[in-house]
């Protein structure tokens, strides 16, 4: 309850995730970090925190919970997304026995509004740049309701610089940044439509070189920009990234970035241009699958536009000098047990070494969750027996797990692995970074200080990793591949992003190979 017109005493809780495709748990440790990237809601929360109250930030992910700094809080906000909701709930649980007045949002809460019924005080659907600060006011007065939705999307040019400061950003593999929210496609198993619409927003330059430099005072140098669409509204990014080029240039190119975006990008040689002149090395893509039919079943019609196959829009990214990300979706309607070798010689033929792939997953308030509501195929438990709520159309749900288990392990197979990411990198002589390159043609000692501190941290990354990994046979795995590269293409900046996917292969290869042993549960990456 609020007390008056009193400051309050807030903490803002991310809980740590299960491990994931993503997480890189299994890596971490051998790097030196403790999570791979900082969650955006936490230090923008603070920044939208009115200055007469404190705010504390707690990332479980790289600190353990204090719960006895909690109990002296006035105001203890949690946020979390599905894969988070079993922690959430613990959390919530023992601040709840502590008498903590506690308020939840996020993207479960979002989409899932009673999952904690009993457990909080306030929750808060959807964005929460008006409903944070209203709150707050309406606490201060004793006021407060249990349930905050805002009736209009956030004006994303009014957006405050988040509060990275706040973060402990050493122990981050990457730094983490959002400049626009919504896509303007309807895929029916996605929940960004539900959640931040299908107009895109987006912030303006000068918000976005702000947060440029706050993330260079916190010597953050590789970062991901996680909007789920970066090229939602392709003349405003454009724009942006003109910006962003001049800021590069003006600082020597200090910062490098991966972000998400729609496939549509090989269909605009300009925008990839901007991308590489900006020094965005990769992008994550979601492909879904090499079906066509069911791309069109779940309204992904950008994928099936004409202007080449999926394969040859791949290669268009990464002809611009773009490594493709993407990911990959098991168990449509129109999917059979043939879909298990479609994607792995999919994967194969469009040279994509990084595919977080999964099994469908029906989201509540997404089209899909209706539409297999209707007809009476999901799971409706809490942790589905299966790794996933969707009870599929062709294939049994026993058939779809055991092949999903079965590609993730093949994909992450050593050697299927590095031939994928060799036939890009070695074969295909990808050129990242051309923009930086064309910059340091006109500034030698740039260049060379900056290649100097790639080698450093290449040498470092690599140390790290052959005194921490267990498996000698990888360890030696990994230098035989590294020692290839080094041969043929004669570039520290390739070495150190090189070794970062040795990295990325270990932690996915050791968690396909503990899911196919048994030797843990099934994580299902959507």
Same mark, same amino acid.
């Given at each position: 309850?609020?007390?008056?017109?009193?400051?309050?005493?807030?903490?803002?809780?991310?809980?740590?995730?299960?491990?994931?495709?993503?997480?890189?748990?299994? +890596?971490?440790?051998?790097?030196?970090?403790?999570?791979?990237?900082?969650?955006?809601?936490?230090?923008?929360?603070?920044?939208?925190?009115?200055?007469? !109250?404190?705010?504390?930030?707690?990332?479980?992910?790289?600190?353990?919970?204090?719960?006895?700094?909690?109990?002296?809080?006035? +105001?203890?906000?949690?946020?979390?997304?599905?894969?988070?909701?079993?922690?959430?709930?613990?959390?919530?649980?023992?601040?709840?026995?502590?008498?903590?007045?506690?308020?939840?949002?996020?993207?479960?809460?979002?989409?899932?509004?009673?999952?904690?019924?009993?457990?909080?005080?306030?929750?808060?659907?959807?964005?929460?740049?008006?409903?944070?600060?209203?709150?707050?006011?309406?606490?201060?007065?004793?006021?407060?309701?249990?349930?905050? =939705?805002?009736?209009?999307?956030?004006?994303?040019?009014?957006?405050?610089?988040?509060?990275?400061?706040?973060?402990?950003?050493?122990?981050?593999?990457?730094?983490?940044?959002?400049?626009?929210?919504?896509?303007?496609?309807?895929?029916?198993?996605?929940?960004?439509?539900?959640?931040?619409?299908?107009?895109?927003?987006?912030?303006?330059?000068?918000?976005?070189?702000?947060?440029? =430099?706050?993330?260079?005072?916190?010597?953050?140098?590789?970062?991901?920009?996680?909007?789920?669409?970066?090229?939602?509204?392709?003349?405003?990014?454009?724009?942006?990234?003109?910006?962003?080029?001049?800021?590069?240039?003006?600082?020597?190119?200090?910062?490098?970035?991966?972000?998400?975006?729609?496939?549509?990008?090989?269909?605009?040689?300009?925008?990839?241009?901007?991308?590489?002149?900006?020094?965005?090395?990769?992008?994550?893509?979601?492909?879904?699958?090499?079906?066509?039919?069911?791309?069109?079943?779940?309204?992904?019609?950008?994928?099936?536009?004409?202007?080449?196959?999926?394969? =040859?829009?791949?290669?268009?990214?990464?002809?611009?000098?773009?490594?493709?990300?993407?990911?990959?979706?098991?168990?449509?309607?129109?999917?059979?047990?043939?879909?298990?070798?479609?994607?792995?010689?999919?994967?194969?033929?469009?040279?994509?070494?990084?595919?977080?792939?999964?099994?469908?997953?029906?989201?509540?308030?997404? &089209?899909?969750?209706?539409?297999?509501?209707?007809?009476?195929?999901?799971?409706?438990?809490?942790?589905?027996?299966?790794?996933?709520?969707?009870?599929?159309?062709?294939?049994?749900?026993?058939?779809?797990?055991?092949?999903?288990?079965?590609?993730?392990?093949?994909?992450?197979? &050593?050697?299927?692995?590095?031939?994928?990411?060799?036939?890009?990198?070695?074969?295909?002589?990808?050129?990242?970074?051309?923009?930086?390159?064309?910059?340091?043609?006109?500034?030698?000692?740039?260049?060379?200080?900056?290649?100097?501190?790639? $080698?450093?941290?290449?040498?470092?990354?690599?140390?790290?990793?052959?005194?921490?990994?267990?498996?000698?046979?990888?360890?030696?795995?990994?230098?035989?591949? +590294?020692?290839?590269?080094?041969?043929?293409?004669?570039? &520290?900046? $390739?070495?150190?992003?090189?070794?970062?996917?040795?990295?990325? !292969?270990? !932690?996915?290869?050791?968690?396909?190979?503990?899911?196919?042993?048994?030797?843990? &549960?099934?994580?299902?990456?959507?």
């Amino acid at each position: 309850m609020g007390k008056g017109s009193t400051m309050a005493d807030i903490v803002l809780i991310n809980p740590r995730f299960e491990v994931s495709y993503w997480g890189m748990e299994h +890596i971490l440790p051998f790097m030196g970090k403790r999570a791979n990237l900082p969650v955006a809601c936490l230090p923008l929360l603070a920044a939208l925190t009115p200055t007469e !109250h404190t705010v504390t930030l707690m990332d479980e992910n790289v600190e353990a919970i204090n719960y006895e700094r909690c109990q002296k809080a006035d +105001i203890v906000g949690i946020t979390g997304m599905s894969v988070q909701r079993f922690r959430m709930k613990e959390i919530l649980t023992e601040l709840k026995r502590r008498g903590v007045f506690t308020v939840v949002g996020g993207p479960l809460v979002t989409v899932h509004e009673d999952y904690f019924e009993g457990l909080a005080d306030a929750i808060f659907i959807g964005e929460a740049e008006q409903t944070w600060p209203q709150f707050l006011k309406e606490w201060q007065q004793g006021l407060q309701q249990f349930r905050y =939705e805002q009736l209009e999307k956030s004006d994303m040019s009014i957006v405050p610089v988040p509060r990275f400061d706040l973060l402990k950003m050493k122990h981050y593999l990457f730094g983490s940044l959002q400049f626009s929210r919504g896509c303007p496609f309807q895929c029916e198993f996605c929940d960004i439509i539900v959640t931040f619409g299908r107009k895109p927003r987006i912030k303006t330059s000068a918000q976005v070189i702000a947060e440029l =430099e706050a993330m260079l005072a916190e010597k953050a140098n590789i970062v991901f920009v996680v909007d789920d669409n970066l090229i939602g509204n392709k003349k405003a990014i454009k724009d942006v990234l003109r910006d962003i080029i001049a800021w590069q240039h003006k600082k020597g190119y200090p910062l490098t970035f991966f972000t998400e975006a729609s496939i549509d990008l090989a269909d605009d040689a300009e925008l990839m241009d901007l991308l590489v002149e900006a020094n965005f090395l990769s992008v994550f893509i979601g492909i879904e699958t090499p079906n066509e039919a069911s791309l069109r079943e779940t309204k992904k019609y950008q994928n099936v536009r004409t202007g080449g196959t999926l394969i =040859e829009k791949v290669h268009r990214v990464q002809d611009a000098g773009l490594e493709v990300w993407c990911g990959m979706i098991l168990g449509f309607d129109h999917d059979d047990e043939t879909i298990f070798d479609a994607q792995r010689e999919f994967l194969r033929d469009a040279r994509i070494s990084t595919a977080m792939v999964g099994m469908l997953y029906a989201i509540r308030k997404t &089209p899909l969750h209706e539409r297999l509501a209707a007809e009476g195929r999901l799971d409706n438990a809490d942790e589905p027996e299966f790794g996933t709520n969707v009870i599929p159309l062709k294939i049994s749900r026993e058939a779809l797990l055991e092949g999903y288990v079965a590609v993730m392990d093949d994909l992450y197979a &050593p050697d299927a692995f590095f031939e994928r990411l060799d036939a890009l990198f070695i074969d295909g002589k990808l050129d990242m970074g051309r923009g930086r390159q064309r910059y340091w043609k006109s500034h030698l000692g740039r260049m060379l200080s900056t290649q100097g501190l790639f $080698l450093g941290q290449f040498l470092g990354l690599y140390t790290r990793m052959m005194s921490g990994i267990p498996e000698k046979h990888l360890r030696r795995y990994y230098t035989k591949r +590294i020692w290839n590269l080094m041969k043929k293409r004669p570039d &520290p900046g $390739l070495w150190l992003f090189y070794v970062i996917k040795c990295a990325q !292969h270990y !932690h996915a290869h050791t968690m396909a190979r503990q899911m196919a042993s048994g030797r843990s &549960p099934v994580y299902n990456s959507y």
